[in-house]
């Protein structure tokens, strides 16, 4: 029993993080953190400990929670294979900027320093991905540490690392308060606003511009409704990045996808005759593959100035939260004459989902993968999370997936690790245990951390887990066709495995399913075992095959017209049917009844290049 005016300082650490509306904390258990599992122990009331299987399934699901709720979430892993563990997840979380504290076992301090065994200096090894690492080197300091930490991951929207001698934790420091929190820490941060000025610049580009397109990113959450609204006065097609995807309705027909290779055939094809690209709000990975191909004027709109200049030089940079902006330019432009230039967008890209509706709309035995996506938008509603892994499943489900405002998803968007899918769906489903949560991932991507699936069961998590079977790393499978001097293919291979029977090893209810008739069925299962707080994983044994390859497509402007080919390397492995001309890449993707190169739809809508 502790004496009334003390309190061990893991359980003083434990009340900064309920101060801070920390209701649960992912990790795995090690000799080197047993005080604070003591202290969960005690604390069990307030906080709840979710024990994963691999630290990383912990790292990767704080990562998902911090990014899903946009509040502080928190790891942690023993000393040395559990501190090394949590690596990936970590940087998943830094790289997408969501705050994130990991707490990290130490040997005793009088062990430190002796190699003593898991001991090692794990300070340098945590200082790359964080914004803050310190070793608490008192028992006193550790709940301030804490609390300074999650400060800092707050402020900088990063990972902070908190390494605790495990004597630390036993210790009995004086019991007070120790937290931080105050009402003004929900208040919005100041965004920096675009001046009349500079929206006026804009404008004035706009009106030299033929060819103006918005690329738009996730900066645009607030503000998708008026960007539409923009879209329309202006006359603007929207171009969005991977991240804006439910922010910005797609079924408006200006709103034509995303460029690069998840994207959509219209999308690529516009922005290469663009001669304005407005950047609103997006960090957009591929500049150097899109941006590259063809010049423009680029105006970049973002709340970061730092990032000006990163993704192309700049003719206008404009230091702006995006829907301020979209706002501001709404407020002080003219509506546009009706553009053909936007129309032909529209037509286009009309034309492509026309193609996505006729691979959708039909049967198939053995089941594609398109028709998983069509039963899958029939049983998900406006609330439904969905956590994506990576893999040819992310490009699948960015096109196929109906995802709206309401809904909320995540992913592991600039890290890409595998295996965030399973991480992300736990994070989801206890943050928000009244929605529908649904995983996607392939096959390769979920055997990275299906032990995980234990964790959905043992702590009642109604999920879905879909898994895409094709028995090969596809998303590699095809770069690896597009490599001209492969003879064959390299290392791509998975040996099929039955993902049912290995759930249901774990008691977890699951389907099979083989040809697309038979996806009703085992949705509708799915839909009863979740309904009684069970997961239930559905493994899709699909074809392999590679979406419509977006990225082959070459688009260039010549003597005013367009000149549209296939890129020489596309299918040039040797084990690959090559192919080298529109139509036979339009008939090889099934689409040569319905798909139509983009000269098509300039003539149609009487745009006229120069
Ligand atoms: C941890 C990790 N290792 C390797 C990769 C590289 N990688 C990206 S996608 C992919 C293949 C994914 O295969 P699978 O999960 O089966 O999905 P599919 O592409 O077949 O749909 C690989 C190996 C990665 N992103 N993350
Ligand atoms: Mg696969």
């Given at each position: 029993m502790s004496n009334p005016s003390t309190v061990p300082a893991s359980v003083a650490m434990l009340r900064v993080l309920e101060a801070w509306g920390v209701k649960h904390v992912f990790g795995y258990p090690g000799g080197s953190f047993n005080s604070t599992m003591s202290a969960l122990e005690k604390e069990k009331e307030r906080i709840d400990y979710i024990q994963v299987r691999h630290e990383q399934v912990g790292a990767l699901a704080a990562a998902a929670d911090a990014k899903l709720t946009g509040k502080i979430a928190v790891t942690f892993g023993s000393a040395g294979p559990g501190a090394t563990n949590l690596l990936t997840g970590l940087y998943d979380a830094r790289e997408d900027h969501a705050p994130v504290l990991a707490l990290v076992g130490q040997v005793p301090h009088t062990n430190m320093n002796y190699n003593f065994f898991q001991e090692f200096d794990e300070n340098p090894m945590f200082a790359d991905v964080s914004v803050y690492c310190r070793t608490v080197m008192t028992p006193e300091s550790l709940p301030y540490v804490v609390d300074k930490a999650i400060r800092e991951a707050y402020k900088y929207r990063g990972v902070a690392v908190v390494i605790i001698p495990n004597d630390f934790g036993f210790a009995e420091i004086p019991d007070v308060p120790y937290k931080s929190t105050s009402p003004s820490d929900n208040k919005p941060a100041p965004q920096p606003q675009a001046t009349d000025e500079e929206v006026d610049q804009v404008l004035a580009l706009l009106k030299k511009a033929k060819r103006p397109v918005f690329h738009v990113g996730r900066g645009i959450r607030e503000g998708g409704d008026r960007l539409i609204e923009l879209s329309k006065k202006l006359q603007i097609p929207i171009i969005m990045t991977g991240l804006a995807k439910g922010l910005i309705d797609e079924s408006y027909e200006g709103n034509i996808g995303f460029v690069n290779r998840a994207g959509s055939k219209s999308a690529n094809e516009i922005i290469d005759i663009a001669d304005l690209v407005i950047a609103i709000g997006a960090d957009f990975p591929f500049a150097n593959n899109v941006y590259t191909r063809h010049d423009f004027t680029f105006v970049q709109v973002d709340n970061d100035d730092a990032q000006f200049g990163r993704h192309h030089y700049l003719d206008l940079g404009i230091w702006s939260d995006a829907t301020g902006f979209v706002e501001k330019m709404l407020a002080r432009s003219e509506a546009a004459a009706p553009s053909n230039f936007f129309k032909a967008a529209v037509l286009d890209n009309n034309n492509?989902?026309?193609?996505?509706?006729?691979?959708?709309?039909?049967?198939?035995?053995?089941?594609?993968?398109?028709?998983?996506?069509?039963?899958?938008?029939?049983?998900?509603?406006?609330?439904?999370?969905?956590?994506?892994?990576?893999?040819?499943?992310?490009?699948?489900?960015?096109?196929?997936?109906?995802?709206?405002?309401?809904?909320?998803?995540?992913?592991?968007?600039?890290?890409?690790s595998m295996g965030a899918g399973i991480p992300g769906a736990i994070a989801a489903q206890l943050s928000y245990p009244d929605r529908q949560v649904v995983s996607i991932s392939g096959d390769g991507a979920f055997s990275m951390v299906m032990q995980d699936l234990i964790t959905e069961k043992k702590y009642h998590l109604p999920i879905l887990n879909i898994v895409t079977s094709n028995t090969t790393l596809g998303f590699i499978r095809d770069e690896q066709a597009d490599i001209p001097s492969m003879h064959d293919y390299s290392g791509i291979d998975l040996e099929d495995q039955d993902f049912a029977m290995i759930a249901n090893g774990m008691g977890i209810e699951a389907a099979t399913v083989t040809k697309s008739s038979e996806l009703p069925a085992a949705f509708a299962k799915a839909a009863e075992v979740m309904a009684s707080g069970r997961p239930f994983v559905l493994n899709a044994k699909i074809t392999m095959k590679r979406g419509f390859a977006v990225e082959a497509l070459k688009v260039k402007i010549v003597d005013g017209k367009i000149e549209e080919t296939i890129d020489p390397a596309f299918n040039a492995n040797q084990a690959e049917t090559h192919i080298t001309t529109l139509p036979d890449f339009f008939e090889h993707y099934e689409g040569e009844d319905v798909l139509k190169p983009l000269q098509y739809f300039l003539d149609e809508a009487g745009v006229t290049l120069d």
């Open positions: 492509w989902k026309d193609y996505l509706k006729k691979l959708t709309d039909r049967e198939t035995d053995p089941l594609q993968y398109e028709q998983v996506y069509r039963e899958l938008n029939k049983i998900a509603n406006p609330e439904t999370v969905v956590a994506l892994d990576v893999g040819n499943n992310t490009v699948d489900t960015l096109r196929f997936m109906d995802i709206k405002p309401t809904n909320k998803w995540v992913i592991s968007a600039l890290f890409a």
